[in-house]
T-cell receptor, first 110, second 112 residues
Framework: EDQVTQSPEALRLQEGESSSLNCSYTVSGLRGLFWYRQDPGKGPEFLFTLYSAGEEKEKERLKATLTKKESFLHITAPKPEDSATYLCAVQDFGNEKLTFGTGTRLTIIP | EADIYQTPRYLVIGTGKKITLECSQTMGHDKMYWYQQDPGMELHLIHYSYGVNSTEKGDLSSESTVSRIRTEHFPLTLESARPSHTSQYLC???????????FGQGTRLTVV
């Protein structure tokens, strides 16, 4: 059974203080690993898809990386508007569902 | 920005009532999904559809039912709501050739 574990559960950073969020996963055959951002009371917003170890994707202050066992979401010089819950999900071949982690709740303090 | 809409956004309803949560997308996506999310918990797949007249149950057991009569519309129905159905329900869609799933804003259901 696919599993996703995210750490830390919550992270508070000062504005401009860079850090990384971790997503550890086990899957029989990785079709894709996905990062989403979720604001309170809203649906998840798609950020990145990673398909194979060594792949990296960037968007503004966010960079996602992938190894065979985990993914990192690096946040560089974050701003208060980056505050949200960041969700990681995996999909394996032959399976329609996304298996989600419980997320990391990120708070950026001005 | 994804064009997938859910109504209502919030619903408070009494035990035993029948309810339908609406989900529509204007992107022409063939695959659609319903996920359930409790506060602080992960999303769980409860139903999905490959296309018109196709519906499948997800991993999480649910007393709800779905239908897919039109490509753009994927409603979820609870015949008799119970307090245990209180949760957030999220609809998503994707194009079969694209692995990215796009989510609606969600319906927060409270059964009293």
């Amino acid at each position: 059974e696919d599993q996703v574990t995210q750490s830390p559960e919550a992270l508070r950073l000062q504005e401009g203080e860079s850090s990384s969020l971790n997503c550890s996963y086990t899957v029989s055959g990785l079709r894709g690993l996905f990062w989403y951002r979720q604001d309170p009371g809203k649906g998840p917003e798609f950020l990145f898809t990673l398909y194979s170890a060594g792949e990296e994707k960037e968007k503004e202050r966010l960079k996602a990386t992938l190894t065979k066992k985990e993914s990192f979401l690096h946040i560089t010089a974050p701003k208060p508007e980056d505050s949200a819950t960041y969700l990681c999900a995996v999909q394996d071949f032959g399976n329609e569902k996304l298996t989600f982690g419980t997320g990391t709740r990120l708070t950026i303090i001005p | 920005e994804a064009d997938i809409y859910q109504t209502p956004r919030y619903l408070v309803i009494g035990t035993g009532k029948k309810i339908t949560l609406e989900c529509s997308q204007t992107m022409g996506h063939d695959k659609m999904y319903w996920y359930q999310q409790d506060p602080g918990m992960e999303l769980h797949l409860i139903h999905y559809s490959y296309g018109v007249n196709s519906t499948e149950k997800g991993d999480l057991s649910s007393e709800s039912t779905v239908s897919r009569i039109r490509t753009e519309h994927f409603p979820l129905t609870l015949e008799s709501a119970r307090p245990s159905h209180t949760s957030q329900y999220l609809c998503a869609s994707r194009l079969g050739t694209d692995h990215r799933a796009f989510f609606g804003q969600g319906t927060r259901l409270t059964v009293v």
